[in-house]
T-cell receptor, first 111, second 114 residues
Framework: EDQVTQSPEALRLQEGESSSLNCSYTVSGLRGLFWYRQDPGKGPEFLFTLYSAGEEKEKERLKATLTKKESFLHITAPKPEDSATYLCAVQASEGYSTLTFGKGTMLLVSP | ETGVTQTPRHLVMGMTNKKSLKCEQHLGHNAMYWYKQSAKKPLELMFV???????ENNSVPSRFSPECPNSSHLFLHLHTLQPEDSALYLC?????????????FGEGSRLTVL
């Protein structure tokens, strides 16, 4: 059974204080790992797809990296508008496969 | 309108009521999904429709009944719900239901069952 564990559950940062969110996964074969951002009262918004170990993707202050067992979402010099819940999901490569989501990390960036 | 639109945004219903949630996507996608989001739990996939055909029913109780009349519209019919069914119900779409994990979500319908 595919599993996704995100840590920490919640993270509070000061504006400008860089940090990383972790997503550990277990999947028989990885088709893709996905990061989403969810603002309160909204649906998740797609951020990145990573397909293989060693791959990196960047968007503004966010950089996602992937190994064979985990992914990190690095946040450099965060701003208050980066406050949100960040969701990680994996899709197995076997046949028809839907996404398995983690519980998310709630990030709060204070001015 | 653009993206994925869900109505109503908020719904309060009694356990004996019948109501429906509606989702419409304006992205030209071929797959549509219903997810349930409860506090402290991961997103739970409920149903998947690919080219209007249901391809996934994730052991969802029969009090939830999906309907997909075309690739742009998706409904979730609700009847005799339980208080534990209170949650945020999210609709999503994707280009293809089998290949991509890049989903486009609506803003959700917040359901409260009294």
């Amino acid at each position: 059974e595919d599993q996704v564990t995100q840590s920490p559950e919640a993270l509070r940062l000061q504006e400008g204080e860089s940090s990383s969110l972790n997503c550990s996964y277990t999947v028989s074969g990885l088709r893709g790992l996905f990061w989403y951002r969810q603002d309160p009262g909204k649906g998740p918004e797609f951020l990145f797809t990573l397909y293989s170990a060693g791959e990196e993707k960047e968007k503004e202050r966010l950089k996602a990296t992937l190994t064979k067992k985990e992914s990190f979402l690095h946040i450099t010099a965060p701003k208050p508008e980066d406050s949100a819940t960040y969701l990680c999901a994996v899709q197995a490569s076997e046949g028809y496969s839907t996404l398995t989501f983690g519980k998310g990390t709630m990030l709060l960036v204070s001015p | 309108e653009t993206g994925v639109t869900q109505t109503p945004r908020h719904l309060v219903m009694g356990m004996t009521n019948k109501k429906s949630l509606k989702c419409e996507q304006h992205l030209g996608h071929n797959a549509m999904y219903w997810y349930k989001q409860s506090a402290k739990k991961p997103l739970e996939l409920m149903f998947v429709y690919n080219f209007k055909e249901q391809t996934e029913n994730n052991s969802v109780p029969s009090r939830f009944s999906p309907e997909c009349p075309n690739s742009s519209h998706l409904f979730l019919h609700l009847h005799t719900l339980q208080p534990e069914d209170s949650a945020l119900y999210l609709c999503a779409s994707s280009q293809d239901g089998q290949i991509t994990g890049e989903l486009f979500f609506g803003e959700g319908s917040r359901l409260t069952v009294l």
